[in-house]
């Protein structure tokens, strides 16, 4: 699709469950029976791209008759670190994935820029770089090979993409690493390693799911330093986690999705309304305390 | 691009080479196979060379024709499209549709398979009587090696696309099972009158494959050596408008399957609903192991793939058996305990970190190897009585049948305990695949020495069991009958005894048996 970028007409920080603008993408999904929710209106809109680095407008997933996002509408702007909390099953990888051009949405459009994502997933996916939580590698490539291959594919000059790839192995640490088969990484490793192919084409946006699950603190630093130099280039990064205190440490701006829909978005101290992120977190999705007095068979008596 | 991906697909497969021991074995015995595939077709061609010219083009039409019907079919039903290079894998980068099609479909043709091919297609060169008939081989050599891999390609990624549904897989399953049975036994007809072709018979064969797109490059050949130029080149033609609609709609469906996911929700899996009465007898354990099983059997589509993946097991022991024409014939429903108990060849590869749970949670492998291995047996128990019942309606003898289930036990019995500790010592851990066809290289050669292997191994310990009925057979239809407890607990007693060497195994060196596990 060809797109003319227009002039910004998003608020800078809009968030909401409500479709400002939707549509059905090629070859979207038959909806099936049982619960549906209901269609965003087409409207001309559409076809202007908003002036956020992403936009997600009325986006729609179900899973036979789960809905596992529910007309999300998300804006997030150029040069933020964005943060997409909620609890296991809330829909945040699902979301993920939709923008990414991963999965394809029931409804709703993604912009990246000023490319929708399922029209023009060439010119989309030129500009984003893509950590997925079940990350896929080529198990028989040593960690050096599959940056080359991915540098080569992207179209990158070879010694482009050899000097970036050793840059890219020496600050993640896996100088050493870089000659073995990546079916012999660790899990931080591999994170580090998926990491690398994700910025080697220097990209506008970054999306990281689950970036810091089952790493090591020692690679955590790293991943932290090398997302916090990314940023200050300008960059956006978008991620996942459910560890709340790196999302409150790293992010200027969040995200809480519960049960497939956006419940608050803005600037940490909008959504955290001077509270800590866990505590506005569970507040936010309404989750309540377990009682723990159900498990007293877990108490050993003290003879 | 192309060369980008061509170089990816070399490198995977020299790597594959720094992998396990038996990823080096699979890769070597494919090259070993296909090089002995090149000089069966030097002698062929050699031979043919010293027929008339008219009957050298009957034969590249109908070689041809049904060398394209078998890269389409043979891949459906032993799941071994080469899937090395995984689109999955590069799904996040921006590729143009042009990009996708070429890269890999020029990777897909990297391989030991296609090189095979291509050398078997170009060999026929030597049969060329000019200069140009010979470059106009080669040429239809590659647009024909192209027809075979998009074709294979395209098959496999319908067939991932229309069994993501567990009724969809249950009825596809039944279809080709029936298919595998009769086309097992009735491959005869088929086979038969090949070893006594006529020209006339050959020209009849010619006339129809001649319509299948191998055909069409085998006609071209034909039309080559007769100096219609203009024909020969329409049908060049032909072929390539074939790969480039075939490759759009493949890589269409390719798409669908890489942006989706399988079906949830709905026709859910039940334990209790597939659970047989019998289970309700089985101590706890291995009920819940049972159960589990079935249920896993059900849900994940790639074990559907491994079950069909065993199918022409039937075809290749169907054929030779069905050339007797006996009433006792019916004993041979038996061979069923054979495909059986293949199944049991990768207990753990499909669910490898269930296995880390039952070590940790229960105090012995003993009732997860029993359930395990008794869901398969439940899988084909009724297709043997089936495959009985067929051999009765067709050769008559239903004195045998007794006789045809309990050597279905022994041959179960026999293969399982060779399979189920292979199935320890070397679990083969399955990845989530787009295309569930979709493999590494070699794989499935690596999954067809298992089957010789089991074939031979399970053949050795069933030998007692099948003498025994045989010399009943020899005695009386009705000593059958009497023989048949003595062949099933004897099936039995295999089947104990792996399990058991399985759990020994286990036991003996858990750390080892857990690291194998890891992809």
Same mark, same amino acid.
């Given at each position: 699709m060809e797109s003319t970028p227009t002039p910004p007409r998003t608020p800078d920080t809009a968030a909401s469950t409500s479709a400002s603008s939707a549509h059905r993408p090629g070859g979207g999904g038959r909806p099936p029976d049982g619960p549906q929710p209901s269609r965003p209106k087409q409207t001309d809109a559409a076809v202007q791209p908003p002036s956020s680095a992403i936009s997600a407008l009325g986006l729609t997933k179900l899973f036979g008759r789960t809905?596992?996002?529910?007309k999300l509408t998300l804006h997030v702007p150029h040069g933020s670190f964005f943060g997409l909390v909620g609890p296991n099953g809330a829909g945040k990888s699902t979301t993920i994935s939709m923008i990414t051009g991963l999965l394809r949405p029931d409804a709703g459009e993604v912009w990246i820029g000023a490319n929708e994502t399922w029209s023009d997933p060439v010119a989309a996916k030129q500009q984003i770089g893509v950590l997925p939580e079940n990350l896929r590698l080529f198990e028989r490539l040593t960690g050096a090979e599959m940056l080359q291959y991915i540098g080569q594919i992207r179209g990158l000059k070879t010694e482009v993409v050899l000097s970036r790839r050793d840059d890219l192995l020496e600050t993640l640490g896996l100088q050493d690493a870089g000659g073995k088969l990546i079916t012999d990484y660790s899990t931080g490793m591999r994170k580090k390693i998926g990491l690398a192919a994700a910025l080697l084409h220097a990209p506008q946006v970054l999306f990281l799911d /689950?970036?810091? /699950?089952?790493?090591?603190p020692v690679s955590v630093r790293t991943i932290r330093t090398v997302l916090e130099r990314f940023t200050e280039s300008g960059a956006t990064i978008v991620f996942s986690s459910h560890v709340m205190a790196i999302v409150e440490d790293l992010c200027d701006r969040v995200a809480v999705m519960n049960a497939g829909k956006l419940v608050s978005s803005g600037t940490l101290a909008d959504v955290t309304q001077g509270q800590r992120l866990e505590d506005a977190f569970i507040e936010l999705i309404g989750a309540e305390e377990t009682d723990a007095g159900s498990l007293s068979w877990l108490q050993r008596s003290p003879d | 691009m192309v060369a980008t991906f061509a170089r990816l697909k070399l490198k995977l497969l020299r790597n594959s080479v720094r992998g396990k021991p038996q990823d080096v074995v699979s890769l070597l015995l494919a090259m070993f196979m296909g090089v002995g595939l090149v000089f069966g077709t030097v002698a062929a061609v050699v031979y043919l060379r010293t027929q008339a010219p008219e009957l050298v083009g009957l034969w590249v039409i109908n070689l041809f024709a049904l060398l394209s019907v078998v890269w389409l079919i043979f891949p459906m039903l032993a799941g071994s499209t080469d899937g090395t290079v995984d689109p999955a894998k590069l799904a996040h980068l921006p590729l143009t549709d042009w990009n996708w099609i070429t890269g890999l479909l020029t990777a897909a043709m990297v391989g030991v398979a296609p090189i095979a091919t291509l050398l078997f297609l170009i060999l026929w060169v030597v049969t060329a009587q000019t200069i140009g008939q010979g470059l106009y081989l080669l040429a239809s050599s590659m647009v024909l090696l192209a027809i075979c891999v998009v074709s294979a390609q395209a098959g496999t990624a319908f067939m991932s696309g229309l069994v993501r549904g567990r009724k969809t897989r249950d009825i596809a399953g039944a279809l080709l099972a029936m298919f595998a049975v009769s086309f097992g036994f009735g491959f005869q007809f088929v086979v038969d009158p090949l070893f006594d072709l006529t020209e006339a018979q050959l020209g009849l064969g010619a006339r129809w494959f001649r319509w299948l797109p191998g055909g069409w490059i085998g006609q071209g050949v034909a039309w080559s050596r007769d100096g219609d130029w203009i024909k020969a080149g329409g049908a060049l033609v032909a072929g390539v408008g074939y790969v480039a609609v075939v490759s759009m709609v493949w890589w269409r469906q390719l798409q669908t399957l890489l942006t989706s996911t399988e079906e949830r929700g709905g026709n859910g899996a039940k334990s209790d609903r597939f659970m047989p009465p019998v289970g309700e007898l089985l101590p706890l354990d291995i009920r819940t192991s049972l159960a589990r099983s079935l249920k896993e059997i059900r849900r994940d589509p790639r074990i559907w793939t491994t079950v069909v993946g065993q199918l022409p097991l039937i075809i290749i022991l169907g054929f030779p058996i069905s050339q007797w024409d006996n009433e006792r014939l019916v004993l041979f429903s038996g061979m069923i305990g054979f495909y059986g108990g293949m199944l049991t060849a990768n207990l753990f590869g499909v669910d490898s970190r269930s296995a880390w749970i039952d070590l940790s949670a229960a105090p012995s492998m003993r009732p997860i190897l029993w359930g395990k291995s008794l869901a398969y047996a439940l899988l084909v128990g009724p297709l043997g009585i089936v495959m009985a019942l067929v051999l009765v309606l067709w050769k008559g003898g239903a004195v045998y049948m007794v006789g045809g289930i309990a050597l279905t036990v022994a041959g179960f019995g026999a293969v399982a305990h060779v399979m189920i500790p292979t199935s320890v010592i070397h679990p083969i851990p399955l990845l989530e695949e787009t295309n569930l066809f979709g493999g590494q290289a070699g794989g499935s050669v690596s999954a067809g020495i298992r089957v010789l292997i089991a074939i031979f191994l399970g053949s050795l310990y069933v030998a007692p069991a099948a003498g025994l009925m045989a010399g009943a057979a020899w005695l009386s239809p009705w000593a059958t009958i009497a023989a048949s407890p003595v062949v099933a607990v004897w099936g039995w007693l295999l089947w104990t005894r792996g399990i058991d060497k399985a759990e020994n195994r286990i036991h003996t060196d858990q750390s080892k048996f857990l690291a194998a596990l890891t992809p």
């Amino acid at each position: 699709m060809e797109s003319t970028p227009t002039p910004p007409r998003t608020p800078d920080t809009a968030a909401s469950t409500s479709a400002s603008s939707a549509h059905r993408p090629g070859g979207g999904g038959r909806p099936p029976d049982g619960p549906q929710p209901s269609r965003p209106k087409q409207t001309d809109a559409a076809v202007q791209p908003p002036s956020s680095a992403i936009s997600a407008l009325g986006l729609t997933k179900l899973f036979g008759r789960t809905i596992a996002v529910d007309k999300l509408t998300l804006h997030v702007p150029h040069g933020s670190f964005f943060g997409l909390v909620g609890p296991n099953g809330a829909g945040k990888s699902t979301t993920i994935s939709m923008i990414t051009g991963l999965l394809r949405p029931d409804a709703g459009e993604v912009w990246i820029g000023a490319n929708e994502t399922w029209s023009d997933p060439v010119a989309a996916k030129q500009q984003i770089g893509v950590l997925p939580e079940n990350l896929r590698l080529f198990e028989r490539l040593t960690g050096a090979e599959m940056l080359q291959y991915i540098g080569q594919i992207r179209g990158l000059k070879t010694e482009v993409v050899l000097s970036r790839r050793d840059d890219l192995l020496e600050t993640l640490g896996l100088q050493d690493a870089g000659g073995k088969l990546i079916t012999d990484y660790s899990t931080g490793m591999r994170k580090k390693i998926g990491l690398a192919a994700a910025l080697l084409h220097a990209p506008q946006v970054l999306f990281l799911d /689950e970036p810091f /699950e089952s790493v090591d603190p020692v690679s955590v630093r790293t991943i932290r330093t090398v997302l916090e130099r990314f940023t200050e280039s300008g960059a956006t990064i978008v991620f996942s986690s459910h560890v709340m205190a790196i999302v409150e440490d790293l992010c200027d701006r969040v995200a809480v999705m519960n049960a497939g829909k956006l419940v608050s978005s803005g600037t940490l101290a909008d959504v955290t309304q001077g509270q800590r992120l866990e505590d506005a977190f569970i507040e936010l999705i309404g989750a309540e305390e377990t009682d723990a007095g159900s498990l007293s068979w877990l108490q050993r008596s003290p003879d | 691009m192309v060369a980008t991906f061509a170089r990816l697909k070399l490198k995977l497969l020299r790597n594959s080479v720094r992998g396990k021991p038996q990823d080096v074995v699979s890769l070597l015995l494919a090259m070993f196979m296909g090089v002995g595939l090149v000089f069966g077709t030097v002698a062929a061609v050699v031979y043919l060379r010293t027929q008339a010219p008219e009957l050298v083009g009957l034969w590249v039409i109908n070689l041809f024709a049904l060398l394209s019907v078998v890269w389409l079919i043979f891949p459906m039903l032993a799941g071994s499209t080469d899937g090395t290079v995984d689109p999955a894998k590069l799904a996040h980068l921006p590729l143009t549709d042009w990009n996708w099609i070429t890269g890999l479909l020029t990777a897909a043709m990297v391989g030991v398979a296609p090189i095979a091919t291509l050398l078997f297609l170009i060999l026929w060169v030597v049969t060329a009587q000019t200069i140009g008939q010979g470059l106009y081989l080669l040429a239809s050599s590659m647009v024909l090696l192209a027809i075979c891999v998009v074709s294979a390609q395209a098959g496999t990624a319908f067939m991932s696309g229309l069994v993501r549904g567990r009724k969809t897989r249950d009825i596809a399953g039944a279809l080709l099972a029936m298919f595998a049975v009769s086309f097992g036994f009735g491959f005869q007809f088929v086979v038969d009158p090949l070893f006594d072709l006529t020209e006339a018979q050959l020209g009849l064969g010619a006339r129809w494959f001649r319509w299948l797109p191998g055909g069409w490059i085998g006609q071209g050949v034909a039309w080559s050596r007769d100096g219609d130029w203009i024909k020969a080149g329409g049908a060049l033609v032909a072929g390539v408008g074939y790969v480039a609609v075939v490759s759009m709609v493949w890589w269409r469906q390719l798409q669908t399957l890489l942006t989706s996911t399988e079906e949830r929700g709905g026709n859910g899996a039940k334990s209790d609903r597939f659970m047989p009465p019998v289970g309700e007898l089985l101590p706890l354990d291995i009920r819940t192991s049972l159960a589990r099983s079935l249920k896993e059997i059900r849900r994940d589509p790639r074990i559907w793939t491994t079950v069909v993946g065993q199918l022409p097991l039937i075809i290749i022991l169907g054929f030779p058996i069905s050339q007797w024409d006996n009433e006792r014939l019916v004993l041979f429903s038996g061979m069923i305990g054979f495909y059986g108990g293949m199944l049991t060849a990768n207990l753990f590869g499909v669910d490898s970190r269930s296995a880390w749970i039952d070590l940790s949670a229960a105090p012995s492998m003993r009732p997860i190897l029993w359930g395990k291995s008794l869901a398969y047996a439940l899988l084909v128990g009724p297709l043997g009585i089936v495959m009985a019942l067929v051999l009765v309606l067709w050769k008559g003898g239903a004195v045998y049948m007794v006789g045809g289930i309990a050597l279905t036990v022994a041959g179960f019995g026999a293969v399982a305990h060779v399979m189920i500790p292979t199935s320890v010592i070397h679990p083969i851990p399955l990845l989530e695949e787009t295309n569930l066809f979709g493999g590494q290289a070699g794989g499935s050669v690596s999954a067809g020495i298992r089957v010789l292997i089991a074939i031979f191994l399970g053949s050795l310990y069933v030998a007692p069991a099948a003498g025994l009925m045989a010399g009943a057979a020899w005695l009386s239809p009705w000593a059958t009958i009497a023989a048949s407890p003595v062949v099933a607990v004897w099936g039995w007693l295999l089947w104990t005894r792996g399990i058991d060497k399985a759990e020994n195994r286990i036991h003996t060196d858990q750390s080892k048996f857990l690291a194998a596990l890891t992809p």
